[in-house]
């Protein structure tokens, strides 16, 4: 069953980014990587541009130098859980974007979920630290 939140849906007690808060074109990614401002961590990379919109939205990607398609599949998911915990607390009007580094897929959800609020605080998306 489905319980709506602010911007995630909970099934099965796992929370989930909905798909309407993501990211999902080239070309959304493109002008994110080429217009925003980037904020760099050894796990993960932001990139942070200010929109229009009343929401956030949120892109992740891991290329191939992460390694193979479990690991690069791992990254991305660390990278989605630790955003549900933060999505509530990030000034709406911003499309982010997320790149995970070699590291990320050897790390755990409290790692990740920590280098993510740094660089929230970092790049001033934060509502209130959290």
Avoid: W
Avoid at 6 to 17: L, N, Y
Avoid at 45 to 64: I, M, Q, W
């Amino acid at each position: 069953m489905f319980r709506l939140r602010t911007r995630c849906c909970v099934k099965d007690g796992e929370a989930q980014v909905k798909r309407s808060f993501r990211l999902t074109r080239s070309t959304d990614f493109k002008r994110v990587r080429r217009s925003g401002k980037s904020y760099a961590h050894p796990l993960v990379v932001l990139y942070a541009l200010r929109s229009d919109r009343p929401d956030v939205r949120v892109g992740v990607s891991a290329g191939l130098a992460i390694g193979i398609a479990v690991k690069r599949n791992r990254a991305k998911r660390l990278l989605r859980a630790a955003m549900n915990d933060l999505l509530p607390h990030i000034i709406p009007g911003s499309d982010l974007l997320l790149i995970a580094r070699s590291p990320l897929p050897a790390s755990d959800l409290y790692q990740t979920r920590a280098a993510l609020a740094n660089l929230f605080q970092r790049a001033g998306l934060l509502l209130h630290d959290v």
